[in-house]
T-cell receptor, first 112, second 113 residues
Framework: AAGVIQSPRHLIKEKRETATLKCYPIPRHDTVYWYQQGPGQDPQFLIS???????DKGSIPDRFSAQQFSDYHSELNMSSLELGDSALYFC???????????FGPGTRLTVL | QQQVKQSPQSLIVQKGGISIINCAYENTAFDYFPWYQQFPGKGPALLIA?????SEKKEGRFTISFNKSAKQFSLHIMDSQPGDSATYFC????????????FGSGTRLQVQP
């Protein structure tokens, strides 16, 4: 079965640079969630989208923004990167109203 | 502040033994409680989930026990295998009516051969 696709899988950036992470949900899934997981930490919810509209907002820094496109894929844009942004970033998808979220393999972001 | 409190932080079990991980929650309006399994460098994978209207759910070697009055739920892994060695997270909706998840702090399970 098709799963959530994230790209790139690994990304290395310098401080103050920008990064764009992409997420392609499971076909027909219309809701996308973004989570950040620091080393040895649990995933923390950042933001979610349904039908191209932001549906919920968690602990996403103002330096980050995200959007969902008409084909339901989503992009997380990160600017003015800081060392503390180094983490695994997961995208999860679901059908609207459904509880089950399916996580992608993640993007490992390293900020030097 | 962790809305879902998970214990223990780490667990070592012998092959064939039972692994038990516990979680406690605060919000009585929570209506969905999943458990995720995560291997190093991989995304969390849904293992099993339960709703408050049942007290137990079993899928293969994995069982969730749910105690609504105590606001606790636990994961039992029967006949634990070395391949079960991973980090396990309990989770719940981050707020009433929200579908985004808040996770427990995780339990690192090691099953020794």
């Amino acid at each position: 079965a098709a799963g959530v696709i994230q790209s790139p899988r690994h990304l290395i950036k310098e401080k103050r640079e920008t990064a764009t992470l992409k997420c392609y949900p499971i076909p027909r899934h219309d809701t996308v969630y973004w989570y950040q997981q620091g080393p040895g930490q649990d995933p923390q919810f950042l933001i979610s989208f349904y039908e191209k509209m932001q549906s919920d907002k968690g602990s996403i820094p103002d330096r980050f923004s995200a959007q969902q496109f008409s084909d339901y894929h989503s992009e997380l844009n990160m600017s003015s990167l800081e060392l503390g942004d180094s983490a695994l970033y997961f995208c999860a998808s679901s059908l609207q109203g459904a509880d089950t979220q399916y996580f992608g393999p993640g993007t490992r972001l390293t900020v030097l | 502040q962790q809305q879902v409190k998970q214990s223990p932080q780490s667990l070592i079990v012998q092959k064939g033994g039972i692994s038990i991980i516990n979680c406690a929650y605060e919000n009585t309006a929570f209506d969905y409680f999943p458990w995720y399994q995560q291997f190093p460098g991989k995304g969390p994978a849904l293992l099993i989930a339960i709703r408050p209207d049942v007290s137990e759910k079993k899928e293969g070697r994995f069982t969730i026990s749910f105690n609504k009055s105590a606001k606790q739920f636990s994961l039992h892994i029967m006949d634990s295998q070395p391949g079960d060695s991973a980090t396990y997270f309990c989770a719940a909706p981050r707020d009433t009516g929200r579908r985004a998840l808040t996770f427990g702090s995780g339990t690192r399970l090691q099953v020794q051969p």
